[in-house]
């Protein structure tokens, strides 16, 4: 008889909460200013368990896709839940907005930004091109670091960074075997390999390696190639991640992880008792609704 896989459970802290992804289902759970803790659940699209899921790098698009929507949806509901009034509440349409012009910021920021800046570096300083491109993508790198960290000292980020600290104790905790408790939960590692901080950086790291070979270019073409291969790095690094993830106990695995592990430090913090309620409440959600189907 063969090992049965453990589901890669996954999540992402929004406002007040947190909210957890399983097989078949996620769930949001959110901390109203009054100390009640909602949760919602909804099944996930039909997508994730069809055919095309299972097909390499095709898959990471339509999952991280579904994943950046279904994460846009939740920190909507959870600023709704935090709402005084109706008046304060977002709609879809904002919602749909917000993605739009939060996406094509990052492209510009970490994708444009950095190919232009080299791009000055070659045509007036004299670099050679392949140290044009190493250059875009350090410089891309102190972009992301640089952003990381800066968000990071905002008040209301720093909550939200402990929740995203407390989405991946519970589940590096249940990964480990613990008992779901508040009090074991605190004793798990707050950083996680299947993060999404992971992702970005090896989706930077990739970048150097995949621009260097398309050699020297025009200003418009480089900025046209960096936009057009975004999906391509995108989806070269779920499957790196994903990889990564199935093979921690491996010793050539574990040095690979450890940049990935060391940048959450930026993106997470040690969340207290009550983030830990919030983020078990998401997660025993998910338990319970996937236990159910499968007994049913």
Request: hydrophobic share 50%.
């Given at each position: ?213 398309l050699g020297p270019m025009a200003l418009l ?9 975004v999906p391509v790095l995108a989806s070269i ?60």
């Amino acid at each position: 008889m063969t090992e049965q896989k453990m589901p890669m459970y996954g999540g992402q802290a929004v406002i007040e909460g947190v909210m957890m992804r399983g097989a078949n289902v996620s769930a949001i759970a959110v901390r109203k200013p009054d100390g009640e803790i909602i949760v919602e659940t909804q099944p996930l699209a039909g997508i994730y368990r069809s055919k095309l899921a299972r097909i390499p790098l095709l898959r990471g698009l339509i999952i991280l896709w579904d994943a950046l929507v279904l994460g846009t949806q939740a920190l909507t509901y959870s600023a709704n839940m935090q709402a005084e009034n109706e008046d304060e509440k977002i709609d879809g349409g904002s919602m749909v907005l917000t993605l739009l012009v939060s996406l094509s910021l990052a492209i510009g920021l970490f994708f444009l930004l950095p190919a232009g800046l080299a791009y000055l570096g070659e045509t007036f300083l004299g670099w050679s091109p392949w140290w044009c491109n190493v250059a875009e993508g350090v410089i891309r790198l102190m972009l992301l670091i640089g952003y990381m960290w800066g968000i990071g000292q905002m008040e209301d980020i720093r909550r939200v960074f402990g929740y995203h600290g407390a989405e991946h104790k519970t589940i590096n905790a249940f990964e480990a075997g613990y008992n779901l408790t508040v009090e074991d939960v605190l004793k798990a590692s707050r950083e996680h390999p299947r993060c999404g901080t992971a992702f970005l950086l090896t989706i930077v790291v990739l970048s150097i390696l995949v621009f260097s070979l398309l050699g020297p270019m025009a200003l418009l073409p480089r900025l046209f190639s960096r936009l057009l291969l975004v999906p391509v790095l995108a989806s070269i690094s779920y499957e790196y991640i994903r990889l990564t993830a199935r093979h921690l106990d491996s010793p050539w695995i574990q040095p690979l992880v450890k940049p990935n592990l060391w940048l959450q430090k930026l993106t997470t913090r040690e969340p207290d008792g009550e983030m830990i309620e919030v983020a078990l409440a998401s997660f025993n959600a998910i338990l319970e609704q996937e236990h159910a189907a499968s007994s049913a």
